[in-house]
């Protein structure tokens, strides 16, 4: 069965420490994406992808990158992590070639900042 | 500001009960969309609809262009249904309520 899979689903780092969270998805979908759920914000997009090469910043990008080589994977890197980027991480695939946009999202990866 | 604004925050029912969720946005859209966080924290897309109403199982949906207005409903609600349910729009871009947290008593 196609699935959307996060690692690590745990992860604890230092301040200052560059860190990647992985996303990969066997939907063969187009399009990508990366959020952040805090207690009192909901989700927040942080950065997007609609295809292989094209990446798009969210509302949330400041301290983030990403970048897509291929259609399965959407890495998320923090540069240089802050406590203020301790969340629950969660990517996302839909279809945009259906037209619904309904997303299908990962389990989530808990992240801890020092 | 929130483009999203969802209703009640909180919300607990005893079993069997009629539920209503509330969601009312304020840009222009072209899809809502209902997803549903169990506490183990998975978020699982319950409905994406444009216009008119879906149903599934015991969960209605329904949304209203003209007064930008979409409701959530859970007939004969079960102590599985808590969660926390979250109303999503697609504008320009993604914007998404803070989630109604249900809870089903038995």
């Known amino acids: 069965d196609a699935e959307i899979t996060q690692s690590p689903r745990h992860k604890i780092t230092e301040t200052g420490r560059q860190v990647t969270l992985a996303c990969h998805q066997t939907w063969n979908h187009n399009n990508m994406f990366w959020y952040r759920q805090d207690l009192g914000h909901g989700l927040r997009l942080i950065h997007y992808s609609y295809g292989v090469q094209d990446t798009n910043k969210g509302e949330v990008s400041d301290g983030y990158s990403v970048s897509r080589s291929n259609t399965e994977d959407l890495p998320l890197t923090l540069e240089s992590a802050a406590s203020s980027q301790t969340s629950v991480y969660f990517c996302a695939s839909s279809d945009r070639t259906s037209g619904h946009n309904e997303q299908f999202f990962g389990p989530g990866t808990r992240l801890t900042v020092l | 500001k929130n483009e999203v604004e969802q209703s009640p925050q909180n919300l607990t029912a005893q079993e069997g009960e009629f539920i209503t969720i509330n969601c009312s946005y304020s840009?222009?859209?072209?899809?809502l969309h209902w997803l549903q966080q169990h506490p183990g924290g998975g978020i699982v897309s319950l409905f994406m609809?444009?216009?008119g109403k879906k149903k599934h199982g015991r969960l209605i949906a329904t949304i209203n262009i003209q007064e930008k207005h979409s409701s959530l409903h859970i007939t004969a609600s079960h102590p599985r249904d808590s969660a926390v349910y979250i109303c999503?729009?697609?504008?320009?871009?993604?914007?998404f309520g803070t989630g109604t947290s249900l809870t089903v008593i038995p």
């Open positions: 840009v222009g859209i072209s899809a």
């Open positions: 999503a729009v697609i504008g320009n871009q993604f914007y």
């Open positions: 609809l444009s216009s």
